[in-house]
Nanobody, 123 residues
Framework: QVQLVESGGGLVQAGGSLRLSCVAS????????MGWFRQAPGKEREFVAA????????DYADSVKGRFVISRENAKNTMYLQMSSLKPEDTAVYYC????????????????WGQGTQVTVSS
């Protein structure tokens, strides 16, 4: 079993930047993809980005493409989400998860969810 813990959230002004981290523990010996989702108040949890074990395949939601960058350091069992040019509509709780199917974007394609980290973008 894999446990994931997110960190790095906070309050930032529109146009600012934040970097989120997701640290994996437990059964991290096998290769697996990872991804980020977010959930705003009153809205469904939505896909943000995903990356395969070796970083060869990266996928972004259209809403964040060109502003967010996903990366990982396998030696540290850590995945990152560098967020730039943040907008108020990026405000949400951000979750990381293990990807079960390469290219998958729905919640059913992921498991081992972290507890989430709050990102708030003020206008």
């Amino acid at each position: 079993q894999v446990q994931l813990v997110e960190s790095g959230g906070g309050l930032v002004q529109a146009g600012g930047s934040l970097r989120l981290s997701c640290v994996a523990s437990g059964r991290t010996g096998s290769a697996f993809g990872m991804g980020w989702f977010r959930q705003a108040p009153g809205k469904e949890r939505e896909f943000v980005a995903a990356i395969t074990w070796n970083g060869a395949t990266i996928d972004y939601a259209d809403s964040v493409k060109g502003r967010f960058v996903i990366s990982r350091e396998n030696a540290k069992n850590t995945m990152y989400l560098q967020m730039s040019s943040l907008k108020p509509e990026d405000t949400a709780v951000y979750y990381c998860a293990r990807q079960l199917i390469v290219g998958g974007r729905s919640r059913g394609h992921f498991d081992s969810w972290g507890q989430g980290t709050q990102v708030t973008v003020s206008s």
